[in-house]
């Protein structure tokens, strides 16, 4: 099948533009609005939702990073990963309605991490989910509020998120060889 691009660019932007619009919709504005991305690229992804949703509601938008490498349960079965740094509000996050934001949900294994990691940070009013791109093969139940595309996949692809600010270039991208880096889920 060799690799190919499924988003460019401007399907990213469009993409991420429609889930600040329903994230605005479903939390009626943007009050105690908090977004929280999972390193690395999920981080990316809650800055620029952050700023698309400053830029139509005209209120800055918090976005932080909650890392959850060592809330995962199956630490031994993935590659060693360095923990990044977890970035939250100086308010907390007690009463917020918290969105996560992440580039690939697959088994929902991270997610679940993030959950746990953002128990020690505080009880936010409610939780969300917004992720990039949803390839399903779910092994827990969990399920995004808000999806950029849903991209089924089989197990042995890999899907690539690529951002500008950590790889120079925006897309993603598909492909059935087992190679890839982190970005790849």
């Known amino acids: 099948m060799g690799t190919r691009t499924v988003l460019e660019s401007a399907d990213i932007s469009r993409a991420l533009t429609r889930i600040s619009h329903e994230i605005i919709e479903a939390n009626r504005g943007v009050d105690g609005l908090v977004l929280v991305g999972i390193p690395t690229r999920g981080s990316f992804l809650a800055q620029r939702i952050a700023a698309i949703i400053s830029r139509i509601s005209g209120i800055d938008i918090p976005a932080c990073s909650l890392d959850v490498t060592m809330y995962r349960d199956d630490l031994a079965h993935i590659p060693t990963r360095t923990p990044q740094r977890t970035d939250m509000p100086v308010a907390g996050i007690d009463e917020a309605t918290v969105v996560l934001v992440d580039d690939v949900l697959y088994s929902g294994r991270t997610v679940r991490a993030a959950l746990d990691a953002l128990g020690d940070h505080g009880r936010p009013k409610a939780v969300r989910l917004a992720a990039l791109i949803d390839r399903g093969h779910r092994e827990l139940p969990i399920r995004?509020?808000?999806?950029?595309?849903?991209?089924?996949?089989?197990?042995?692809?890999r899907i690539s998120v690529r951002l500008l600010e950590h790889d120079g270039i925006d897309e993603v991208t598909i492909s059935s060889d087992a190679e890839g880096d982190e970005a790849s889920a």
Do not use: M, T, V
């Not at 808000?146 to 089924?152: D, Q, T, V, W």
């Open 144 to 157: 995004a509020d808000y999806i950029g595309k849903n991209l089924p996949s089989a197990k042995h692809e």
